[in-house]
């Protein structure tokens, strides 16, 4: 039980700490897992942090896009 629980308070945590830095640039890449790095506020900074990683590149965060066309959706079913 005391595992489970545990598990949940480390699972929250990583959800927020997640949340709090969802910025527009991602690292990606390199055994950083699917939703990457997004701790970058500009390109530049993203492309000088995986400039010293292997086999990593950036991009525009894929959360942020996804939810930009989906708000766009909406409001065009809507009007």
Known sequence: MRTIIVALT????VTTAHAAHDYPWCVY?????????CSYQTREQCLASASGRWNTYCDMNRRRLFKQRASHSKKVHHN
């Open 29 to 37: 890449g390199g055994g950083l897992g699917a939703s990457g790095d």
């Open 10 to 13: 480390l699972s929250a945590a």
